[in-house]
């Protein structure tokens, strides 16, 4: 089946450590997204991709670090410079276009859990 | 600039009574509009959407919401809710970058 898999569903990170998240579709999808999650902040963007080798920042992007060497996966560094990054962690995907087209289709994994420890 | 907001934390209503979850938008030019939902642990899924049209549209599981152009709002509402209904629920907008931008969530408890 078409999906998009995010893992690990849990990941605990020590201080200074590096940790990646990984993210990838199976759906031919061309733009991916990395969102972060707090409680009662709502979805914040990381980082998004609308094709392969190309990706921009989001509003949050500090910290954070991204590539885009195939189209199906995207995965999601949390640097050491993120000082806070506990959080849900949410990728998305969806077509080509604006949202009143991609809006219904647009395709969000399971998301991961991220924990300093 | 282009935002949204939901002005509610949680909303809690009875099973079998109607529910509604308000959302509010700030954008420049026709709005494009959408709900989300989000299980515990879990990705959001898709309700409805606005572009167009009738200013009431219909979605998923019974879902519904309202258009409201010179309130600037697009409440999701259902007749008669159910405890399965108990998430967080999500208002979107398109923003002029052509990204969505989220609300910051209500969380809908259904009480049996």
């Known amino acids: 089946d078409g999906g998009i898999t995010q893992s690990p569903k849990y990941l605990f990170r020590k201080e200074g450590q590096n940790v990646t998240l990984s993210c990838e579709q199976n759906?031919?999808?061309?733009?991916m997204y990395w969102y972060r999650q707090d409680p009662g902040q709502g979805l914040r963007l990381i980082y998004y991709?609308?094709?392969?080798?190309?990706?921009q920042k989001g509003d949050i992007a500090e910290g954070y670090s991204v590539s885009r060497e195939k189209k199906e996966s995207f995965p999601l560094t949390v640097t050491s410079a993120q000082k806070n990054p506990t959080a849900f962690y949410l990728c998305?995907?969806?077509?080509?276009?604006?949202?009143?087209?991609?809006?219904?289709?647009?395709?969000f994994g399971e998301g991961s859990w991220l924990t300093v420890v | 600039a282009q935002s949204v907001a939901q002005p509610e934390d949680q909303v809690n209503v009875a099973e079998g009574n109607p529910l509604t979850v308000k959302c509010t938008y700030s954008?420049?030019?026709?709005?494009?509009l959408f709900w989300y939902v989000q299980y515990p642990n879990r990705g959001l899924q898709f309700l409805l959407k606005?572009?167009?049209?009738?200013?009431l549209v219909k979605g998923s599981y019974g879902f519904e919401a309202e258009f409201n152009k010179s309130q600037t709002s697009f409440h999701l509402k259902k007749p008669s809710a159910l405890v399965s209904d108990s998430a967080l629920y999500f208002c979107?907008?398109?923003?002029?970058?052509?990204?969505?931008?989220f609300g910051q969530g209500t969380t809908l408890q259904v009480k049996p």
């Open positions: 998305a995907s969806h077509f080509a276009g604006p949202p009143a087209y991609y809006g219904n289709t647009i395709y």
């Open positions: 759906l031919n999808h061309d733009a």
């Open positions: 991709s609308q094709i392969v080798n190309d990706f």
């Open positions: 954008v420049s030019g026709n709005p494009y």
């Open positions: 606005y572009i167009t049209g009738d200013n």
């Open positions: 979107a907008v398109e923003g002029n970058t052509g990204k969505l931008i």
